[in-house]
């Protein structure tokens, strides 16, 4: 009995460590952000206080207030900035999920010559560092007039996510049988209509991941649009996050606002496909 | 009717080769060939002299490009390593829960939805040496009185940069392999127990060779973003102070826009590309191996 | 030396309980078969033996050690699994050697291991394969391989067989049967074929909804079930159960003709009790195609309604009180839908059940 009680107690204490170790793991997740979004609530005076203020005796909604109010009064004009990013990522995902639907398809129901090759060749594409590639689209963009507009924005951001979304997708048209296809042939469909009947309602929970995906990146996406915005007509919310900046001071409350207001639409997105985002990702690559 | 149709598959592909020529590919010759001008932004008539290859040599015989050049090396190396090492020890803890795995999994998930220059300012505030969450909280507790200088000192901008990186990009190898760890059947594992192995020789010989694909899918798809990396950079210290953090991006931004040399920045800006290429190819190759000796292979 | 003793071990699912207390004691070198209906808990327990799965109450003793909290590698076991269970990232010698590699046993003494594992199952040929090239039943004969070469205490098999096709399936039992001869090792074994169970065990469990329902020789459990479940579980064409009262010292089928009470009831009913009469389609065969029946028997006439001709038999389905039983025929002459035939029943083969408890009333 003497060794079954000491395999006992050990299994006790692993556990006990194992919860100990997933408790710290879970609050250095969280509190980054949770601290921005406390600070979001909090007066000025409060976060820049000596010592430190630990329970915060006042929140309240000021940082917001000031925010969406008049420019020039620590105001910005947050809903321009809002609505270009809404309408940038958008637009730029819904082509680039068309794009790379045709992409992914000709991937994984053809065979050809050299399809390894231009495979890791647009993956490839994906590899250039925003810095690098900013520096001559700059000037392209300068030249034919398209700097500091929605569509210039939107067709880098199509380019931006069709590699990764070809990856995806194509990982999704592979999971979809060809007899699946070939049977609705077989029943009379077009190929084209096979495609909209049977493969693609089989493979959307996987695209609208990739959509998420590529959502995602054109709305946190900075080095780009840094370069190749310069107003307040196609600023995005990551750019405008700079606005909080001065020479020597950054206004942390209303950035903390802002980077906010920036999340929640991520923040929901994510949640509801998260089971499908995590399928996504694996099924896009292990049978690759 | 003598025309040629087209395959398929080319007509398939080419929006993305149309586009991917258009946004990647047009301007990278364009910056190939300007990496080969001393062109300035200010002088546009300096994109039509010639100069060989006086800017790379300008670049490969700098010590400050060699220093950041090996800064970022460094940098990457230590990161996605340490994050592959926190994403799988964070994906085990995960995996072994037995119930509202679901919340831990969403929470797990929390950093990938912040942008990357979110995170460079939220890693600011929080390294910020007068009213940052960091020094805050080691002055309350007694561990210093003084103002550590999170950002201003070479080694600890380093130090803090990494962790702001960490914080951004463990999620994603968490999230890849606990996905891996969900498809790893239970049987063999169940077997190795049986067979007499210890939890960590079941880890190493079965779980392990298992979870490899995910492990390189993983890696593969976070070398493609590396440079996601310049956007933290550039916020908590863009390049300084005094270079002490200097990486080949925000080399390269500076120079290119706030020096206006382009021919210059473009000519690193090359040699940051093949970085980047050889880190994805060399992952991209390794997952196909680690997925050949599984018998995965497509 | 190594009995194993299950005493009054029960398994819980969070509320769930899907095994009830049972109590079980094998030999040593023995072979036990436990048999049942899919999820009645053969695997639960046979899992809980090799410690998988952590029991919720009760003991569990291997040899002489009580093992309840012993992870599975202190235990002295090796287990073959339903679906395998191969790495498939390992050649086949690498898979027979696993266990002893682990174990940091010499270089010299696994490769012996495993050339005389090779040997006992016919695996020479295909060593340095994955098990993805492997065939069905070389998969299967490698994970027999790779739970011998540990020359373990105890074997345990969850459904080995059943992932083979028919043909296979019967080889492969008698490879096991042969393999147990060779070992001496004791051996639990899991199958919801009773046709396995019959052929290889020594002593059958027969399982039911996380209880044990009886526990015998095949033979006894043949002869003698102690209830309905395992009277039709075992034995195939499962035994007919016709439901009955005892009239005027007589069964008298319901709506059906009146049987004599076979001898070896009597004095074990009374007068008016509901009872089930039970017999095997072997025990009722036509006049004139039966074994000669000496004993007490009765006659009457059935109409056929379908005949499986197998060769040297005919299986006959016939309606008897409204209800279908199954009968054979010797020395089979065609028989055409439809045909009444005079059958015999013999009645010192009968059983008899309480009609309420369906226990028999031997
Ligand atoms: N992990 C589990 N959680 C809840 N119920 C389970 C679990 N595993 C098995 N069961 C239930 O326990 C019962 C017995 O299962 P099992 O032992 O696998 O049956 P079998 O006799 O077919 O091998 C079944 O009803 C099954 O649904
Ligand atoms: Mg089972």
Known sequence: MNENLKHRIKARILKALHLVALFIAMAIICVPGLWIVLNSFRPTVEIMAKPPVWIPSELNLDNYRAMFGAVGEGGVPVVQYFTNSLIISVTSTVIAILVGMAGGYAFARYRFKGKAGIFIGLMLTRAVPGVSLSLPLFIVMAKTGLIDTHVGLILVYVALNVPFTIWLIDGFFRQVPIELAEAAEIDGCTRWQAFWKVEFPVARAGIASAGIFAFLTSWNEYALASQLTRSTFSKTMPVGLRDFTSEFTINWGGMCALAVLMIIPALILTFIVQKHLIAGLTFGGVKG | MSRLKPPAWFVLLLPAIIILAAVVLIPLLLSLYSSFTPYRLTRPDSLYRWIGFANYEKALTSIHFWTAFGRTVLLLTIALNLEMLMGLGLALLVNKVTWGQRTLRTIMMFPMMFSPILVGFQFKFIFNDNVGLVNNALQSLGLTDQAIPWLVDGKLAFFSILVAEMWSATSVFAILILAGLFAVPRDPIEAATVDGCTPWQTFRHITLPFIMPFIYIALAIRSLDVARAYDIVQIMTNGGPARRTELLWTLIGRTGYVDARMGYANAMGYISIFLAIFFTVYFFRKLNAARGELGMAS | ?362
């Open chain 3, 1 to 362: 030396m190594a009995q194993v003793q299950l005493r009054s071990v029960v398994k819980k699912y969070g509320s769930l309980e899907v095994v009830h207390g049972i109590d079980l004691d094998i030999a040593d070198n023995e072979f036990v078969v436990l048999v049942g209906p899919s999820g009645c808990g053969k695997s639960t327990t046979l899992r809980m033996i090799a410690g998988l799965e952590a029991i919720s109450g009760g003991e569990i003793a291997i040899g002489e050690r009580v093992v309840n909290d012993l992870p599975p590698r202190h235990r002295n076991i090796s287990m073959v699994f339903q679906n395998y269970a191969l790495y498939p990232h390992m050649t086949v010698r690498e898979n027979l050697g696993f266990s002893l590699k682990i174990a940091n046993r010499p270089q010299s003494e696994i490769d012996r291991a495993v050339e005389e594992a090779a040997n006992i199952l016919s695996l020479s040929d295909y060593m340095d394969r994955k098990p993805g090239a492997l065939s069905g039943g070389q998969r299967q004969r490698v994970a027999m391989g790779r739970a011998i070469v540990r020359h373990p205490e105890v074997f345990l098999f969850d459904e080995p067989l059943s992932n083979l096709d028919a043909k296979l399936r019967t080889q492969m039992r008698t490879e096991i049967k042969k393999l147990h001869q060779k070992v001496q090792s004791t051996i639990v074994y899991v199958t919801h074929d009773q046709v396995e169970a019959m052929t290889l065990a020594d002593r059958i469990v027969i399982m039911r909804d996380g209880h044990i329902e009886q526990v015998g020789t095949p033979l006894e459990v043949f002869e003698n079930p102690v209830n309905t479940f395992v009277a039709t579980f075992i034995g195939s064409p499962p035994m007919n159960l016709l439901p009955a009262t005892i009239t005027n010292g007589e069964v008298a089928i319901e709506n059906g003709p009146s049987v004599a009470l076979p001898s070896a009831f009597e004095g074990k009913v009374r007068e008016g009790q509901a009872v089930i009469l039970g017999f095997r389609a072997d025990n009722l065969m036509p006049r004139g195609h039966s074994l000669p029946m000496e004993g007490q028997h009765a006659a009457f006439d059935m109409k056929v309604n379908l005949s499986e001709p197998l060769g040297t038999e005919t299986l006959l389905f016939s309606s008897l009180a409204g209800r279908e039983v199954q009968a054979k025929m010797l020395n089979p002459r065609p028989v055409s839908p439809g045909e009444t035939l005079p059958f015999q029943l013999d009645l010192t083969r009968c059983h008899l059940f309480d009609a309420a408890s369906e226990a028999s009333l031997r």
